[in-house]
């Protein structure tokens, strides 16, 4: 216990502040990028696809280091717009990096879920006078509940455990872009093993809390 205090004091607040903020920010713009794949097809569709897709085959800390390049402040976004967002070795650097990392964790059951709805449904809501955002809200979303249960726990235990592309993006620099993960990293660098091993069980313990509530949630009918 000594130990976990030690070496999680400032770390802890952190995650817990960066995996909430994912979370919300999954809810409504995972989401909304779930609905647009899956109800819409328009020039780049495939791309944007495979764009949400590429963080599960595609190196964290490439993707990490392509972020740093856009983002940083003599970077891609920079150089073509003229301005330099305050993002990089930030807390907001954190939070993109662990909302890129489980983007596809919370899409892609979204999309196939969406996309596995019979289209009756539509036509059915429509002749009881229900629009779009009618149907989306009194009909769909009721209907993808597991779905999003699943791709908010699977995205939330991967923010939890996002390194690669914080370590790039956010710098892993101590007391102010450390997170729970990244602490383990460092202790194993410097020799501390009590705090390494302290933070791995904290973190096991909380990827089996994430295992049984997908069991729990993410398969309900």
């Not at 993707?63 to 740093?68: D, E, F, H, K, R």
């Not at 892609?108 to 996309?115: A, D, R």
Request: glycine share 10%.
């Amino acid at each position: 216990m000594s130990a976990w205090m030690s070496c999680s004091s400032s770390s802890l607040g952190l995650s817990v502040y960066v995996l909430a903020a994912t979370l919300v920010a999954q809810l409504v713009l995972g989401v909304a990028l779930a609905w647009v794949l899956a109800r819409k097809r328009f020039p780049g569709h495939g791309l944007l696809d495979s764009l949400v897709s590429l963080p599960l085959v595609f190196p964290p800390i490439v993707i990490g280091y392509l972020l740093l390049l856009a983002l940083g402040r003599q970077g891609w976004l920079a150089s073509a717009t003229g301005w330099s967002p305050n993002i990089v070795f930030q807390p907001a650097a954190l939070l993109i990096a662990a909302f890129i990392a489980g983007l596809p964790l919370m899409v892609k059951p979204v999309q196939n879920s969406m996309n596995s709805l019979s289209p009756r449904l539509r036509e059915a809501a429509a002749t009881l006078g229900h629009g779009t955002w009618s149907y989306f809200f009194r009909v769909e979303l009721p209907l993808l509940r597991p779905a999003l249960a699943t791709g908010l726990i699977l995205s939330g235990g991967r923010a939890l455990g996002e390194v690669g592309i914080s370590l790039m993006l956010g710098g892993n620099i101590a007391g102010r872009t450390e997170t729970l993960s990244l602490s383990i990293y460092n202790a194993v660098l410097d020799g501390d093993t009590d705090c390494a091993n302290a933070l791995s069980w904290m973190l096991g313990l909380t990827a089996l809390a994430c295992f049984w509530a997908l069991r729990r949630y993410g398969n309900q009918k």
